[in-house]
T-cell receptor, first 115, second 113 residues
Framework: AAGVIQSPRHLIKEKRETATLKCYPIPRHDTVYWYQQGPGQDPQFLISFYEKMQSDKGSIPDRFSAQQFSDYHSELNMSSLELGDSALYFC??????????????FGSGTQLSVL | GDSVTQMEGPVTLSEEAFLTINCTYTATGYPSLFWYVQYPGEGLQLLLKATKADDKGSNKGFEATYRKETTSFHLEKGSVQVSDSAVYFCALTLSGGYNKLIFGAGTRLAVHP
């Protein structure tokens, strides 16, 4: 079965550069979530989208923005990167309103390293 | 606010030992509760879940019971294996909250032969 696909798997950037992370949800899933997991930390919710509209917002810095496109894939754009942005960024998807709507499927994550 | 508290790790056990990882929560309303597992270098995988009080989630020999009276969802396994070595996260979602997960800090489990 198809899973949540994230790209790239690894990304190395320098301070003050920009980065774009992509997430392709499971087909027919309408909701996408972004999480940030720092080294040795628990995942922190950043932002979510339902039917291409922002549905919830967590601890996402103003330097970051995200959107969900018409094909339901999502992109997380990160500007003016800082060393502290180095983390594993997870995307998850779900089908809101289904019988299994409380189950999120996670991608393998994008490991971002800011040098 | 809504939060999840789980026991600090690392938890180090010998193979075939009994495992308990404590998890308690604070939430308004009626949350659903989850255990996720993260193996080294991999993403989060759902291990088990419970959506209402007294429900028991189980998978791969792991169990957890939703205890509303003690606001707990402790993870247990009767006999751990080396392959269970991973980080375990307790988490909750709130009804009507678009399924946003709130995670505990994670507990690292190391199982030795």
């Amino acid at each position: 079965a198809a899973g949540v696909i994230q790209s790239p798997r690894h990304l190395i950037k320098e301070k003050r550069e920009t980065a774009t992370l992509k997430c392709y949800p499971i087909p027919r899933h309408d909701t996408v979530y972004w999480y940030q997991q720092g080294p040795g930390q628990d995942p922190q919710f950043l932002i979510s989208f339902y039917e291409k509209m922002q549905s919830d917002k967590g601890s996402i810095p103003d330097r970051f923005s995200a959107q969900q496109f018409s094909d339901y894939h999502s992109e997380l754009n990160m500007s003016s990167l800082e060393l502290g942005d180095s983390a594993l960024y997870f995307c998850a998807s779900s089908l809101l309103g289904s019988a299994t709507n409380e189950k999120l499927f996670f991608g393998s994550g994008t490991q971002l390293s800011v040098l | 606010g809504d939060s999840v508290t789980q026991m600090e790790g690392p938890v180090t056990l010998s193979e075939e030992a009994f495992l308990t990882i404590n998890c308690t929560y604070t939430a308004t309303g009626y949350p659903s509760l989850f255990w996720y597992v993260q193996y080294p270098g991999e993403g989060l995988q759902l291990l088990l879940k419970a959506t209402k009080a007294d429900d028991k989630g189980s998978n791969k020999g792991f169990e957890a019971t939703y205890r509303k009276e003690t606001t707990s969802f402790h993870l247990e396994k009767g006999s751990v294996q080396v392959s269970d070595s991973a980080v375990y996260f307790c988490a909750l979602t709130l009804s009507g909250g678009y399924n946003k997960l709130i995670f505990g800090a994670g507990t690292r489990l190391a199982v030795h032969p």
